[in-house]
């Protein structure tokens, strides 16, 4: 049984020696291409285009908040300054709406940062499906039989980088 089993991983071993020059001559015409896709999130227009509507979007909720937390601001001052001359009612109606105004400050905040998440998610997610859009068109049209971006990829050479065509499409749409 032994003799066998050698027999068998002696067949095995001539077998992926034969193989591996011919897997190693079909490796050498594979096309690889590189994206760096933090470069097209930091370059491309439709990112900026993005950036800016969510901007105006949140940009009159956000200044609300600044008021609301400047308001809160004064009243807490108010309460170090003049809570020691304030009778005992006027300081604990105070500490009151103090505590009122903080927790609707939180539950405002985070309201907006939530909202403002979906929306960033919602942006980024349909500026993501036009890029691989291109990247697919980009590979098919150029032969590339593989492309990486910069996620996973520890080295790319400048030769297989094909970001900036990619940016150019993208420019252009």
Do not use: H, W, Y
Request: net charge positive; hydrophobic share 40%.
């Amino acid at each position: 049984m032994e003799v066998s089993k050698l027999k068998l991983v002696n067949k095995l071993l001539i077998a992926t020696a034969l193989a591996l020059p011919l897997s190693l001559a079909q490796a050498a015409d594979v096309k690889i291409g590189f994206v760096s896709i933090a470069k097209i999130l930091s370059s491309a227009p439709q990112a900026e285009a993005a950036s800016k509507r969510l901007e105006q979007e949140f940009a009159p909720r956000q200044k609300g908040l600044v008021e609301a937390q400047k308001s809160l601001r004064k009243q807490e001052e108010k309460l170090s300054k003049d809570g020691a001359v304030m009778s005992d009612s006027q300081r604990r109606n105070l500490e009151s709406d103090i505590r009122n105004q903080a927790r609707e400050l939180k539950r405002t905040s985070d309201e907006f940062r939530e909202d403002f998440n979906l929306r960033r998610n919602e942006e980024l997610g349909k500026f993501q499906k036009q890029v691989l859009d291109v990247i697919n068109n980009v590979a098919k049209e150029e032969g590339f039989d593989l492309v990486v971006n910069d996620g996973a990829t520890l080295f790319a050479s400048p030769q297989v980088d094909v970001t900036e065509k990619v940016l150019k499409r993208l420019t252009s749409k």
